[in-house]
């Protein structure tokens, strides 16, 4: 079976510090990997997935199969990516069924 | 585009009623929705998966006899929540793909329902 952890529940960094969101994944097949957001009140956004390759609001995220993680980063923090991170797995295509972390409430502070 | 919308938004119901909680593609025809459920501070837990015209599928340990998915078309998909009980209040979020993914079929979800039996 497949399974996400996200080990920190809240990081909290200051404006202008990178900021690095771990995610360590389960799964015996090759998955496709996601970083959902879900800013203050609104509902649940793809940042980005990992088989594009792209930098979404700064972020990137890189696959790494041996170690299979697919942590979130971006050099400097703004106060607007203040939100809930949320990694998640498919097992192929994001249409299929997806399996989530419990979220990482990024806080940036001035 | 892409926008899924869920009614309502918040439910408040007495033990032993149904609750009836509808999501929609509003610019777009989906070919499957998902349901979910988050407990507070929790993850989204994956409930079943609808397809249109047909059952819907239910992850383990989720009582398909208690949670009633109906996908009629494209566009709708109903999740009836029958004889409520207080340990089922939660919030229900809703996901949908599009028809023409393509390669990839993002997922797009609603805004959540906010459901409170009493």
């Known amino acids: 079976a497949q399974r996400v952890t996200q080990p920190e529940k809240l990081l909290s960094v200051f404006k202008g510090a990178p900021v690095e969101l771990k995610c360590n994944y389960s799964y015996s097949g090759s998955p496709e990997l996601f970083w959902y957001v879900q800013y203050s009140r609104q509902r649940l956004q793809l940042l980005l997935r990992?088989?594009s390759r792209e930098s979404i609001k700064g972020f990137t995220a890189d696959l790494n199969k041996g170690e299979t993680s697919f942590h979130l980063k971006k050099p400097f923090a703004q106060e607007e990516d203040s939100a809930m991170y949320y990694c998640?797995?498919?097992?192929?295509?994001?249409?299929?069924?997806?399996?989530f972390g419990t979220g990482t409430q990024l806080k940036v502070e001035l | 585009g892409a926008v899924v919308s869920q009614h309502p938004s918040w439910v408040i119901c007495k033990s032993g009623t149904s609750v009836k909680i509808e999501c929609r593609s509003l610019?777009?025809?989906?070919?499957?929705m998902f349901w979910y459920r988050q407990f507070p501070k929790q993850s989204l837990m994956l409930m079943a998966t609808s397809n249109e015209g047909s059952k819907a599928t239910y992850e383990q340990g989720v009582e398909k006899d208690k949670f009633l998915i109906n996908h009629a078309s494209l566009t709708l998909s109903t999740l009836t929540v029958t004889s409520a009980h207080p340990e089922d209040s939660s919030f229900y979020i809703c996901?949908?793909?599009?028809?023409?993914?393509?390669?990839?079929?993002?997922?797009?979800f609603g805004p959540g329902t906010r459901l409170t039996v009493l």
């Open positions: 990992h088989i």
């Open positions: 998640a797995l498919s097992q192929g295509g994001g249409g299929n069924k997806l399996t």
């Open positions: 610019d777009f025809q989906a070919t499957t």
């Open positions: 996901s949908a793909t599009r028809l023409a993914g393509g390669l990839y079929n993002e997922q797009f």
